[in-house]
């Protein structure tokens, strides 16, 4: 089966043409990613005056913002508001609790104000329960988080399978606030706006090395050198060895997506008829969502394969005419994967290992709207916010335990939980 690259490149607006660094530059700040992170930290410091130029090893969105599943979910992925208390502290707890709750309604703000093109919706978000014990755990957490102004509702009974047309759940938890965005619709768009207003772009540019040397940053751009007052890094899960520390410092897991050509109506049938997406509960999850033209967009996880490529097709291929009978017989037309970031603690981490240094990743998979958050809050930083007033802890690098044993045996450890899911989930009836 031919495999072309994400449906999302197919169905974008085509991007401005990329620019290309020919020679030595100086700017006021570096920016190296031109995912959403990226992007969005160029466009605040163009808006503020400053001489901004982004370095993207491959095109405009080529990491994960470009093949993401598009669903903005206004919530970290950590269970409890005392998690949250834990990993963050007492004084940023509640300033991060409701930056993340809001990240949703900002984005689609942001969406709105500039007028970017990228079918966005705000209809909601079902985050459904696979098993009793996952309906009990998610209800006594969204309660907890309702007590923050999160505004969860629940769904019972033939409710989920009603609004979604997915069978195997029985109950689930609704976040009115969520929605979808078209994710390489939405970096593309960055990318215009970023540039209209000064941002300089561009793209193949990998930063090979850099530098501080007489209070300044030496960057080495694809052989030429560039020199900045203040360096952000923006690269997330595709981060290398730029930054001591950086990479090792998130685990990268990766996650796997398949999407249809248009379906009929009939194909179709009541899959997610009133434009929410969807999610569930499994320790290896999937989402979901119905595009405008009715194709289908299914995902999960998956893993990178010891001989290259990405594993866990198989699991996303069997799953989807499980979860969506109406689909069954229908061709997956299009594949494609990326990686995803963990922190251990599972919240985003802002650094400053250097003077004039800033690195901002780690959004677990619950990037779409907080990367934005991030690149907003790091363009403050390096426009001389104190770093006591943003709304995350600036926190030392620290290395993700157990890392390489968790990379190396990825496969394994996902097909055994998976396995656990499979019983779990089957046990709902
Ligand atoms: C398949 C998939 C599905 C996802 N689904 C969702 C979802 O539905 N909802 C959600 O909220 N989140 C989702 N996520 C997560 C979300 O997409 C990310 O958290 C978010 O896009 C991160 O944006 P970013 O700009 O920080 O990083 P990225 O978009 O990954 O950008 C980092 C960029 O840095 C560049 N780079 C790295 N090193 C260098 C260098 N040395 N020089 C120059 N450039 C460099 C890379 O080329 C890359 O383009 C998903 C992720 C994946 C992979």
């Given at each position: ?27 006021d700040v570096a920016v190296i990613g031109g995912g959403f992170t990226g992007l969005r930290a160029a466009l605040e410091l163009a808006e503020a005056g400053t001489d901004v130029a982004v370095f993207e090893a491959g095109d405009v969105g ?368």
């Amino acid at each position: 089966m031919d495999i072309p690259d994400a449906l999302w490149r197919q169905t974008a607006p085509d991007a401005l043409p990329a620019e290309r660094l020919s020679g030595a530059r100086h700017c006021d700040v570096a920016v190296i990613g031109g995912g959403f992170t990226g992007l969005r930290a160029a466009l605040e410091l163009a808006e503020a005056g400053t001489d901004v130029a982004v370095f993207e090893a491959g095109d405009v969105g080529f990491g994960a913002s470009g093949r993401s599943g598009g669903q903005v979910n206004p919530m970290l992925p950590v269970a409890r508001p005392d998690d949250l208390r834990r990993a963050v502290g007492k004084t940023y707890f509640e300033r991060m609790a409701q930056t993340a709750l809001g990240s949703a309604d900002d984005l689609f703000d942001f969406i709105r104000k500039y007028q970017i093109q990228c079918d966005a919706r705000q209809h909601g978000w079902v985050r459904a329960d696979h098993c009793a014990t996952a309906r009990k755990v998610a209800r006594r957490n969204a309660d907890l988080w309702n007590a923050f102004g999160a505004g969860f509702e629940f769904l019972d009974g033939e409710e989920v399978t009603r609004l979604t047309g997915a069978y195997g759940y029985r109950t689930a938890t609704v976040s009115p606030r969520g929605g979808a965005v078209q994710p390489m619709s939405l970096v593309r768009g960055l990318d215009r706006v970023a540039r209209a207003a000064g941002a300089k772009i561009y793209s193949f540019a990998p930063v090979r090395s850099m530098q501080r040397r007489d209070g300044a940053w030496h960057l080495d751009v694809a052989g030429m050198p560039v020199t900045a007052k203040t360096v952000i890094v923006a690269t997330n899960g595709y981060s290398d060895g730029l930054v001591k520390g950086l990479k090792g410092s998130v685990l990268p897991l990766f996650s796997t997506q398949i999407a249809t050509e248009p379906l009929t109506e009939e194909q179709i049938g009541p899959v997610l008829r009133g434009g929410h997406t969807i999610s569930d509960t499994r320790r290896l999850i999937m989402y979901a969502r119905r595009e405008p033209g009715n194709q289908m967009v299914f995902g999960g996880m998956g893993y990178r394969r010891p001989g290259g490529g990405i594993g866990g097709f198989s699991w996303i291929l069997k799953d989807a005419p499980e979860t969506f009978p109406s689909l069954r017989g229908v061709e997956w037309r299009y594949r494609w994967g990326g990686r995803v970031a963990l922190t251990e603690d599972r919240v985003p981490h802002l650094h400053e290992p250097q003077p004039g240094l800033i690195a901002g990743l780690g959004y677990n998979g619950r990037g779409v709207a907080m990367s934005h958050v991030m690149g907003r809050v790091m363009a403050e930083r390096a426009l001389g916010t104190p770093a006591e007033d943003l709304p995350f802890p600036v926190t030392k690098i620290a290395p993700y335990r157990f890392r390489t044993p968790q990379v190396l045996g990825a496969g394994l450890a996902m097909a055994f939980l998976r396995m656990r899911d499979q019983r779990e989930w089957r046990s709902v009836g």
